[in-house]
């Protein structure tokens, strides 16, 4: 099997790979910020702790895989936006604040398309490793996501596409 048959770590990455790592670690940066103003504009406590366990458990530690895995492939890094330092909301003017079931349907997106980018990624994999580190990625966004729309239904920001009921005319006998 030649260069394939020893240490994933030590196979090279093809250009798929590296361009789905370096994407998915601008966005995960991007995310970080963008997940900051949120928390900032956020005046739900529920969803402030969302914000929170999304930042903690799912994009910093993506942050950081993502980095050591181009890091050790000698990948250049993409720059990152600075960090947003705390603000308290009250400091926001009302007309300007992001209101938290836009927060939510934003968060909701970002994970969505998280999914798709993780598995597009696991399917264009040759190492393992990578594969296996996208599949975590994806279940914890997954779960996440689940998350998050139980607080969107609990809280009445789900906005439905129109809902399919079957009417009499199409009920079999």
Same mark, same amino acid.
């Given at each position: $099997?030649? $260069?394939? *048959?020893?240490?994933?770590?030590?196979?090279? $990455? @093809?250009?798929?790979?590296?361009?789905?790592?370096? *994407?998915?670690?601008?966005?995960?940066k991007g995310q970080l910020t963008t997940y900051q103003i949120f @928390?900032? @504009?956020a005046g739900d406590e529920d969803l402030k702790k969302f914000i929170q366990d999304m930042v903690e458990n799912v994009t910093k530690p993506s942050i950081e895989e993502n =980095? /050591?895995?181009l890091k050790e492939n000698s990948v250049s890094l993409p720059v990152a936006p600075p960090e947003r330092? =705390?603000?308290?909301q009250e400091d926001i003017p009302v007309g300007a604040r992001i209101m938290d079931p836009e927060i939510a349907a934003a968060m *909701?997106?970002?994970?969505?398309?998280?999914?798709?980018?993780? *598995?597009?990624?696991?399917?264009q994999c040759i190492r393992e490793d990578i594969a296996m580190m996208y599949g975590q990625s994806h279940t914890k966004k997954a779960q996440m996501? /689940?998350?998050?729309?139980? $607080?969107?239904k609990e809280k009445g920001w789900l906005v439905s596409p129109p809902l399919h009921k079957k009417s009499k005319s199409n009920k079999t006998d």
């Open positions: $099997m030649g $260069m394939f *048959s020893g240490n994933q770590k030590q196979e090279p $990455m @093809h250009y798929g790979e590296v361009i789905g790592v370096w *994407s998915a670690l601008s966005v995960a @928390h900032n @504009h =980095e /050591a895995l330092s =705390e603000a308290d *909701s997106k970002d994970i969505a398309q998280g999914l798709v980018a993780d *598995s597009t990624l696991i399917g996501g /689940a998350k998050l729309l139980k $607080m969107n």
